[in-house]
């Protein structure tokens, strides 16, 4: 049983960074795809990024040239940088892996998840 663990959340202004980490505990397989998730109050679940085991990543519009993902493999540990935070990014930000599939994704593809990180913006 994978175990996920988020971690890096906090508050932060707008246009300011944070780093979001993702611990994969237990059985870890590289050939996972990664991904990010966000969910903020009274809003559905919604795809951030995703990275497959070649490293090749996929990123929301919203999110294009400010979030990078990132996994290092040897650590079984997920990343996201993200820069140039805006009030609109505030969610709690959810680390979830599958198997098979990568690009854009849906909550229903994933098969193991985080229990998330808080992420505030304030303007």
């Known amino acids: 049983q994978v175990q996920l663990v988020e971690s890096g959340g906090g508050s932060v202004q707008s246009g300011g960074s944070l780093r979001l980490s993702c611990a994969a505990n237990?059985?870890?397989?590289?050939?996972?795809?990664m991904a990010w998730f966000r969910q903020a109050p009274g809003k559905e679940r919604e795809w951030v990024a995703t990275?497959?085991?070649?490293?090749?990543?996929s990123y929301e519009d919203s999110v294009k040239g400010r979030f990078t993902i990132s996994r290092d493999n040897a650590k079984n540990t997920l990343y996201l940088q993200m820069n140039s935070l805006k009030p609109e990014d505030t969610a709690m930000y959810y680390c979830?892996?599958?198997?098979?599939?990568?690009?854009?994704?849906?909550?229903?593809?994933?098969?193991?998840w985080g229990k998330g990180t808080l992420v505030t913006i304030s303007s």
């Open positions: 237990g059985y870890t397989d590289s050939s996972y795809s």
């Open positions: 990275i497959d085991s070649d490293g090749d990543s």
């Open positions: 979830a892996a599958t198997s098979g599939k990568s690009g854009f994704l849906v909550p229903e593809d994933m098969d193991y």
